[in-house]
């Protein structure tokens, strides 16, 4: 059995609960990994099994999603095992997986202590490798397994389709992505003629941005995907500051409420409604794209290029995948030695609480029937 | 280090060969798996490293490339053994992995062997997992692991894909794919004016085509394709026989040799200007298609679901993923209880020795690093 420890508790975190439980008997079956969710943290505590190996009880999960669901913290629940994370570095190894679905960085600690010590580390949380190379570096090394995928598109296969590329030897020449439903959202609106203010006040309201919606429109979301596409790519020592990246909103914008800022957006209205007929003009439409370009030298197959990056709003021709793009969907094109005069693209959902625990689910399955090898050592599941 | 024996010597099976030489250090330093080929086979016989786990030197590779390119057998080579492909049955275990690139049903048996004898037995050819059910149910059986990307879409990660929505439980309500680069390129011919005996002689000429182009025609190769696809989703005691297989010519045309055929083609061209135009008329284009729908009953993670396979032209409206496709591209959707009102779509080439070498390869690595588990037992590198 594989014991499971999950932080972060929000609507991913609990889906990922429910999934895990849903599915025991397909994944013991068809698999023959039986995944036991012993531990699960958020910011302020956490409920542990008592007994190592011994998955907690169904009725403490079934209290522990709904404690959650009405919004109260684990350090107050009956269960409450008063630790924070960092109780975690006592209990990892080859039979651990972690599950970080949550959006800090205060969890790299003890990633970084899980990979070192053999244990399976799952992310949807981009920070621990999308912050310093250093920390990325460390977190690749093993011996312990990371599965990324719901890092990127939100559990689409985007990153299982680049790993079968990078294992191919493929020499990737170019990725493109859009990578943010939100922003996505907003385009179509704007396509739509609705005015740039109104489609940022829709996409609030419907919940697709974050709290503060500069959060996605400040593109700082998307360049940390892109950051992670070309660091799996094999691009080294790249940082966020590395990446040009373009804001749609002013400096100026910056230091205000979010209920101000709402109401400043309407004096965007008239530019943006500029680009979106200049664009039409020119028979292309606006879309938010990152764009990755790889340069690999002389060496066909060094595993280390160097790339640009840069995301931002671009005209987008007719022939392009990203032509027919609406709605909140995330679409990847991969250029490369093989695919080169037509890209390999794959679409799918780029938000939603399902897909990403799809993500998460997957990837536990794939790195549980993964060899860690590094030491030469072997993944045990017993 | 795993032994590699290579079944068949084509364009493919000579361009895996090539990658696996090119590739070994980059799989051996990223991914610890040093892949040496200990031994090759043709129709004819096969030249095999004379002392086990020693690869075969790369003077003696490139002589048998070369070889093969003149069109020559290996039952003629200097280096030849005299033995075919049951000579293997003695060669294999966990360390062991067999290519089988041919378009043979006589593998089946050593494959077979492979598999339950612990190997790894990764296919580009399509036959033994698309003829009897209970040659495939053996064939997926382990304990050895079964890499099946290059059998549909020519290496294009549709199985891998696929492969990751099963992991995570999700429910596959439908795939659609356009899985044949023939009749897609037939396809765009026909929907850019040109009669479909020209499209069809142009689709020969430039090497599209089987060398009798009614193989492709037929649909056959495609419902083998839909037929993999439906048996990887868990349906079971399908055949060939059960798919609605749609020809694109009569069967009054199929007692005849080929060049008669290519004559006879444009009594057929009236007939399909009608359907091109009838298909415009109501905005649409014509796709082949391959469609299976599924039926999981009242058990939504029940491993065994029903489904009805179809394979043949339809009209696709402008809001279809396969509305833009066009050229050799193959493009599959997957309609899920996750991607239920967009679909998950990954569109890439689908044909071509490059992409195909890709395919088996990555599945190779893939396989490589995975733990063979049926029985407990951990496939171990060394």
């Not at 907690?56 to 999603?65: A, D, F, M, R, T």
């Not at 599950?99 to 920070?127: E, H, M, R, W």
């Not at 094999?234 to 804001?247: Q, R």
């Not at 020119?282 to 290029?305: C, N």
């Amino acid at each position: 059995a594989i014991n499971v420890y999950v932080i972060g508790l929000g609507p991913v975190g609990r889906q990922v609960i429910r999934d895990l439980q849903l599915l025991n008997n397909l994944h013991c079956q068809n698999y023959q990994v039986d995944f036991r969710i012993v531990g699960v943290f958020d910011r302020t505590g956490s409920v542990i099994s008592k007994q190592t190996d011994l998955a907690l009880s169904s009725e403490v999960v079934q209290s522990i999603l709904s404690w959650k669901e009405n919004g109260a913290s684990l350090a107050d629940h009956t269960n409450g095992s008063g630790s924070t994370i960092d109780v975690l570095s006592s209990m990892l190894g080859a039979n651990t997986t972690i599950i970080d679905v949550s959006a800090s960085n205060d969890t790299i600690p003890v990633l970084l202590n899980g990979i070192q010590t053999g244990s399976t580390v799952v992310l949807a949380n981009k920070k621990p490798i999308s912050c310093r190379w250093s920390t990325y570096d460390a977190m690749v090394q093993g011996p312990g397994i990371l599965g990324i995928e719901s890092t990127v598109g939100a559990g689409t296969p985007i990153i299982a389709c680049l790993d079968r590329l990078l294992a191919a030897g493929d020499r990737i020449d170019a990725i493109e992505g859009v990578l943010s439903g939100t922003l996505g959202y907003i385009a179509t609106e704007l396509e739509k003629g609705n005015s740039y203010s109104d489609s940022i006040k829709s996409a609030h309201t419907l919940g697709f941005t974050e709290p503060d919606p500069r959060d996605d429109l400040s593109g700082t979301d998307v360049a940390r995907k892109a950051l992670i596409l070309a660091r799996r790519c094999g691009v080294k020592n790249l940082h966020m500051e590395n990446i040009a990246i373009e804001s749609l909103f002013p400096n100026i914008l910056q230091g205000i409420t979010t209920t101000d800022f709402l109401k400043e957006t309407s004096s965007l209205d008239d530019g943006f409604r500029q680009k979106i007929v200049n664009a039409q003009n020119q028979g292309t439409v606006l879309r938010y794209v990152a764009r990755i370009e790889f340069d690999w030298g002389m060496h066909e197959y060094k595993s280390t290029p160097e790339a640009k990056v840069s995301v931002g709003l671009v005209p987008v021709p007719s022939s392009s995948p990203f032509y027919s793009l609406t709605g909140t969907d995330n679409l990847v094109s991969f250029t490369t030695r093989t695919y080169s005069d037509s890209p390999l693209v794959v679409r799918g959902k780029g938000a939603g609480v399902e897909v990403t625990s799809n993500g998460v689910i997957a990837d536990m399955v794939t790195c549980a029937r993964s060899c860690s090898m590094p030491n030469g050592e072997v993944h045990r599941h017993d």
